[in-house]
């Protein structure tokens, strides 16, 4: 059964500082990896699909990283903004779910960016 | 463009009471439909997903039920509230890959 561990569960940084979100499953027998942002009390953001052929993906500030051998991603923040303050989700598409798309998600990390 | 709805946002219902909450979805065709409950310290939790109309899957036994009476329309219900059944319930759609999510309702049961 497949498996979704995000470390930190939280994490608290300065303004401005660079930053890296954990995220590590079990089986690497994906089809794709997603990061979502969610913000309190909100719906679902998605910020980054990773196709299991692809390295990574990068969106403005945010480039996520797939090493489906190790099984592991991360997603890593640049200059990170008090605006980036929220709780950060990892997802893997289930290991033989062809095109049902469903996904595994982590905890979640919450991230607090001080001005 | 496409957007998904859901309503209501909020919902405050009685132990026992029924259930039924709406998701829609426009600008597309033929989506995949996820029904999701997030639960304070259990993180997000599929319920149903749906590849076509009338086509419904359930990933967890509980007093919940799903259906997709038309393409772009997914509801959620429930006979009897329990206690338990409080939750943010989301609801997400895919084209293929990548999944998108609506806003939420909170339910909350007492």
């Known amino acids: 059964k497949q498996e979704v561990t995000q470390i930190p569960a939280a994490l608290s940084v300065p303004e401005g500082e660079n930053l890296v979100l954990n995220c590590s499953f079990t089986?690497?027998?994906?089809?794709?990896l997603q990061w979502f942002r969610q913000d309190p009390g909100k719906g679902l953001t998605s910020l980054l699909l990773i196709q299991s052929s692809q390295r990574e993906q990068t969106s403005g500030r945010l480039n996520a990283s797939l090493d489906k051998s190790s099984g592991r991603s991360t997603l890593y923040i640049a200059a990170s903004q008090p605006g980036d303050s929220a709780t950060y989700l990892c997802a893997v598409s289930e290991p033989g779910s062809g095109n049902t798309g469903k996904l595994i998600f982590g905890q979640g990390t919450t991230l607090q960016v001080k001005p | 463009s496409q957007t998904i709805h859901q309503w209501p946002a909020t919902l405050v219902q009685p132990v026992g009471s029924p259930l039924s909450l709406e998701c829609t979805v426009e600008g597309t065709s033929n989506p995949n439909l996820y029904w999701y409950r997030q639960a304070a310290g259990r993180g997000l939790q599929l319920l149903f997903y749906s590849v076509g109309i009338g086509q419904i899957s359930s990933e967890v036994p509980q007093n919940l039920s799903a259906s997709r009476p038309q393409d772009r329309q997914f509801i959620l219900s429930s006979k009897k509230l329990l206690l338990s059944d409080s939750g943010f319930y989301l609801c997400?759609?895919?084209?293929?890959?990548?999944?998108?999510f609506g806003p939420g309702t909170r339910l909350t049961v007492l």
């Open positions: 997400a759609w895919s084209p293929y890959n990548e999944q998108f």
């Open positions: 089986d690497s027998a994906i089809y794709n």
